[in-house]
């Protein structure tokens, strides 16, 4: 195997090996549980050799926090490839639904939903797995967009019989998402790695070898995170006269990430914090997002691959590690990273991450930012990513002016819409209800009548919607346009008075 020779995770990858080669059909899983650095990555990468060694078919995605926003971004990296020769072969609905969440097609007037996204995710899953087997790589998977995960969540429900292999990792303090109770799972928590394993990380990486004194010293103050030692093992060989057991460790890992930011030249800086903001980061974005920011774009790039807080490959930039950009990002003061995001709505084409930069970089109320957000919201629907927009709809109402009662009525309604699609009619019904307390401008009311009806009904039961519909017969006495469609509803959903639905 290639990556296995310092890794010293015998025990993990035995249970990736038994993962892999479990004879029984059906969809299976590993779950690896771990700190910030303590190499679930790393465990990832030698997993995925260890497949295509079996001669798996290997889809992976890295979750990024600044992708958590970015509808079916992972998406993109799971089946960009792997779809090429099935779409064609796909019903024309699941077709354009995918080819639309991978962004190879403008959406059409007749959106896709989520549904039909899940639906080619299932269709083009079973081909591939008609034959290889497959191993699907969620990494940093709490960071993974929630569109892409209701995706493959969508597919594993309706697998039964396919070789097909689901490997996650996640941090210690996040919640294990709904997808992993659809299949049999086993957890497995990554344990610090001893001194043995430490000495040939920093030989391998570092070119350091460290007295025994100083190893133990090390390994006991980093609690055997490979993150952590790397990091310090860098601050020991900088120090003057070599490493000694006095060793230069900060009290956190926010701390020692900071002291490694801070070592850096303030170009370098910027070129990390470009990179950790962007939610798709190519190089030439990279470069637009540095441009008027310091002298050599492409030089601060360079640096911070050379120096190693950001990695290429194939063009896409990433922070070398998650913990790096987000405490790189965390540093800026509140003026700065509001600067940031400005600049890069301004160069970003994608509505969903021109809204989202506009949101962090202003202060509620902004009617400019409620227009891009309502912008992003539609965006976000038309490629069936509902729980995106969603987000987005909510973002839009807080940042609606109060005084713009007919924009704040309109998106409060596209909020409780979208949140009803997702299935949170509680939720939903909260909008409703400030809607109601508001007084919504009367053609509002009309058009929305079977909406809020249908969803009181069944976020509250039959007994609030019926007394929405006898509240609104009543005042609605002058407005014969409304009385006539509350009693349509009427005739529906009852109005308490006998005949209902019920």
Request: hydrophobic content about 45%; aromatic content about 4%.
């Amino acid at each position: 195997m290639r990556t296995r020779g310092w890794l010293a995770r015998e025990r993990e990858l035995a249970a990736v090996g038994r993962l892999l080669d479990e004879p029984d059909d059906g969809p299976r899983g590993l779950l690896m549980v771990g700190e910030p650095g303590i190499g679930k990555t790393t465990v990832c990468a030698a997993a995925m050799d260890l497949a295509g060694d079996r001669g798996y078919l290997v889809l992976a995605t890295r979750g990024s926090q600044s992708e958590t926003g970015l509808s079916f971004a992972g998406l993109t990296d799971l089946l960009d490839e792997a779809a090429d020769g099935l779409l064609r072969e796909l019903p024309e609905p699941q077709r354009i639904a995918l080819e639309v969440a991978l962004a190879r097609r403008m959406p059409g007037p007749a959106a896709g939903g989520q549904r039909e996204v899940g639906m080619a995710v299932l269709a083009v899953l079973r081909r591939l797995c008609e034959h290889r087997q497959v191993l699907i790589v969620l990494d940093d998977v709490s960071w993974v967009d929630t569109p892409t995960v209701e995706a493959v969540r969508f597919a594993l429900r309706r697998m039964r019989t396919e070789p097909i292999r689901i490997l996650g990792t996640l941090r210690l303090d996040q919640i294990a998402s709904a997808l992993w109770r659809e299949i049999p799972v086993d957890e497995l928590r990554l344990e610090p790695l001893n001194a043995g394993a430490i000495e040939q990380l920093l030989s391998s990486r570092l070119d350091l070898t460290l007295p025994p004194r100083v190893l133990r010293a090390l390994v006991e103050r980093t609690a055997g995170n490979p993150f952590w030692a790397l990091e310090v093992g860098r601050a020991l060989a900088r120090q003057p006269g070599g490493p000694t057991i006095d060793l230069p460790l900060p009290a956190s890992l926010i701390a020692v990430v900071t002291e490694r930011l801070t070592g850096l030249e303030a170009s370098t800086r910027a070129a990390l914090i470009a990179v950790s903001a962007l939610a798709d980061p190519t190089v030439s974005l990279a470069l637009q997002a540095l441009d008027s920011v310091v002298a050599n774009p492409g030089k601060a790039l360079d640096v911070a691959v050379t120096v190693g807080v950001v990695v290429e490959t194939a063009g896409k930039l990433r922070p070398a590690h998650p913990l790096l950009g987000y405490a790189a990002l965390e540093a800026l003061p509140p003026g700065g990273r509001s600067a940031l995001h400005r600049r890069l709505a301004e160069i970003v084409k994608d509505p969903e991450q021109r809204a989202r930069h506009m949101a962090v970089a202003a202060e509620p109320p902004d009617a400019e930012v409620a227009v891009a957000l309502d912008e992003g919201a539609s965006v976000a629907r038309a490629r069936g990513a509902t729980g995106g927009a969603a987000e987005l709809v909510e973002l839009a109402v807080d940042f609606t002016p109060p005084d713009d009662r007919w924009a704040l009525c309109r998106r409060r309604l596209e909020a409780a819409e979208v949140l009803y699609a997702v299935g949170e009619p509680e939720r939903a019904a909260r909008y409703v209800d400030e809607n109601e307390s508001a007084d919504m401008p009367p053609d509002l009311r009309r058009r929305t009548l079977p909406f809020r009806t249908e969803l009181t009904y069944w976020a509250r039961g039959a007994p609030a919607a019926q007394e929405l519909i006898r509240c609104t017969i009543a005042e609605a006495r002058d407005d014969q346009h409304l009385h006539a469609v509350a009693l349509a509803m009427a005739s529906d959903v009852g109005d308490g008075r006998g005949g209902d639905r019920d």
